[in-house]
């Protein structure tokens, strides 16, 4: 790129999620005080892709390695060279069941160059259903760190447990988050929401707001590379560099596999498909389909997942069994099927008439709906999640009936806060709802277990799922009688929420349907899966301005199978017995392997 540019985006558009809470003055209450909640972030100081003679693996491999796509006989390897000169390079994988990486079952070699930005993927298969793995990478006499994997189970399972992440915004703080999620032997796999990265220069609030407390990360050395918004191909690909120096995402990587989806800030703010709120091609970032295509291109150099369709690269959304227990439909709410967001019709809120009413707005396109009714529909899986970006649940300023109207103070449905979110765009979730109650195929039987997986929003909720929550004829808070599913909500790495939860009473007293709600942690969601039941538990660190290892449970929450509906559990789960050993690091990594 040319000269650095200014964070020109310090004000975004009202309606969209980085301030819904800012504005969440519920009657009777004060103005919210709240950092954007859709802050971005740029990275560096590590000179993420400089070109360097390779003296030592740290060097050679200084991106670490990773794993993801598990299937039941195959997984995804990856990792990245530091060239010492231009043209191709030679890199081979092997893989075995022992930590020591004696007897190597599977190898071989990959050749990659600056057309790739010298990253490195092999989906390696013939391997066996539900087994762990180590790998490694070798170069010109170099050896990678050792990286730990996992298929999937392939049938009888009892018991699945995985990590749920969403929005790593890395100038605003330590990925604590990801190391301590990495410290956990016992899980199958991590899922990954979105916002891995952000495009903005720095945090993403504009100088103007704050700038001593909100400037690009330098006070706790984490400032970005490139030091200006990504916009090319090759900022794009400085930037996924510049996340994967950071030790506790390398950790993470190496320990588990992971499957991923992008959301907006991997491309950027408030991405539609012809377009995002900070994209302006009149300010010399090109036509958005370049912006888009460059974005998508690095992600899959730089992300440890397959292409679902090589001649449709930005078909993300794809399907997981994971045996009976678990299937798990990965969607795209953001490049493939959106129409832009709307502005607010009601103050700064908005209400769902005029234009949000229109049956032609989508979330997702035509082709992705029907996909996702044969999964929901053919699956023989106990646990149906669909894994997806932002809110499915409603979240209102004011709560009413779907059957008030603009007579009615509230309007149809009442006051929505979050037009980014599936609020704005009602008649395509009244489709997703049509799935669910089984009406899109024979014999309309209603889909049972359906749990919704959400990122974005950088808080925490656990909520009953269900057409109109305010109509106490339809839908019994209590009971849950009327939850066609639930949706459990995961906060962000290290993006910001709120500074208070005085929200919080407000937020419940106008949405029933909500159970658990918490504005101000970040950390992670772990989720322990078995045939009984599913349970959500919410796991903080409540520091990230300093490297450290501290973390806390704070609440569990469960959907028993059958009853579609979010109760308090008793206790936090209990860690597997005898989980595979986690991959040894630094001098056990090569003693292991010579």
């Known amino acids: 790129m040319g000269q650095p540019k200014q964070n020109h985006r310090s004000a975004l558009a009202p309606q969209t999620r980085r301030s819904f809470l800012r504005r969440a003055g519920f009657a009777g209450g004060a103005a919210l005080s709240v950092v954007g909640l859709g802050g971005c972030s740029d990275d560096g100081g590590s000179a993420a892709r400089v070109s360097r003679a390779p003296g030592s693996s740290a060097e050679t491999f200084a991106h670490g390695v990773a794993s993801g796509d598990p299937l039941t006989d195959r997984v995804m390897l990856w990792s990245r060279v530091t060239p010492s000169s231009e043209g191709d390079v030679s890199v081979n994988w092997m893989l075995s069941e022992s930590p020591d990486m004696s007897n190597v079952l599977r190898s071989g070699t990959v050749i990659t160059d600056a057309t790739r930005d010298y990253t490195v993927k092999a989906d390696v298969t013939g391997l066996a259903a539900g087994t762990t793995y180590y790998y490694q990478f070798e170069t010109a006499g170099e050896r990678s760190p050792m990286g730990r994997t996992r298929t999937l189970p392939a049938a009888g399972v009892q018991r699945l447990r995985m990590a749920v992440l969403s929005c790593s915004n890395y100038p605003f703080g330590f990925f604590n988050v990801y190391g301590r999620v990495a410290e956990r032997a016992d899980l199958d796999l991590v899922l990954h929401l979105g916002d891995y990265l952000y495009e903005y220069p720095g945090r993403g609030v504009g100088p103007e707001e704050n700038p001593k407390e909100y400037g690009d990360g330098r006070p706790l050395g984490r400032a970005p590379e490139p030091p200006y918004e990504i916009v090319s191909l090759d900022d794009y690909r400085t930037r996924h560099a510049c996340y994967k120096t950071d030790v506790d995402l390398q950790e993470l990587h190496r320990q588990h596999p992971m499957i991923a989806v992008w959301d907006d800030h991997e491309s950027t703010n408030d991405s ?32 440890p997942i397959r292409e679902t369709d090589p001649d449709n690269p930005d078909r993300i959304y794809r399907g997981f069994e994971i045996g009976d227990l678990v299937s798990l439909s990965m969607l795209d709410t953001r490049l493939i099927g959106r129409d832009e967001q709307l502005a607010p019709n009601a103050g700064d809120d908005f209400t769902d008439t005029g234009d949000y009413a229109n ?236």
């Open 359 to 594: 049956a032609d707005r989508s979330l997702i396109d035509d082709a992705q709906r029907q996909w996702l009714a044969g999964q929901l529909q053919q699956t023989r899986a106990r646990w149906k999640l669909i894994g997806q970006q932002v809110m499915f649940g409603q979240l209102k300023r004011q709560g009413a009936p779907n059957s008030s109207n603009t007579a009615n103070p509230g309007g149809q449905g009442g006051v929505f806060i979050n037009s980014d979110q599936w609020d704005g765009y009602p008649r395509a979730r009244d489709q997703v709802w049509n799935i669910i109650r089984g009406g899109q195929a024979a014999p309309n039987v209603a889909i049972d277990n359906v749990v919704v997986l959400t990122g974005d929003i950088h808080t925490s909720w656990a909520l009953d799922i269900t057409e109109d929550p305010n109509d106490a004829t339809a839908y019994d808070p209590d009971t849950g009688m009327g939850s066609m599913g639930v949706e459990f909500v995961t906060t962000a790495v290290t993006s910001p929420g709120r500074d208070s939860n005085d929200a919080r009473p407000a937020l419940l007293s106008q949405n029933p349907h909500m159970k658990y709600v918490e504005l101000t942690k970040r950390g992670y969601l772990l989720l322990d899966i078995t045939p009984e039941r599913m349970q959500a538990e919410w796991w903080y660190v409540d520091d990230i301005e300093s490297r450290n290892d501290q973390q806390r449970f704070a609440s569990a929450w469960q959907v028993r199978a059958g009853e579609n509906h979010v109760v308090a559990a008793d206790s936090q789960s209990q860690p597997v017995a005898d989980a595979p050993a986690l991959a040894p690091s630094g001098s056990q990594a090569t003693a292991a392997t010579g």
């Open 272 to 303: 539609w498909r012809n377009g995002a709120q900070n994209h302006d091609p009149d300010r010399g970032e090109g036509p958005w389909s370049e912006r888009e295509a460059a974005s998508i291109q690095a992600y899959y150099e730089w992300m």
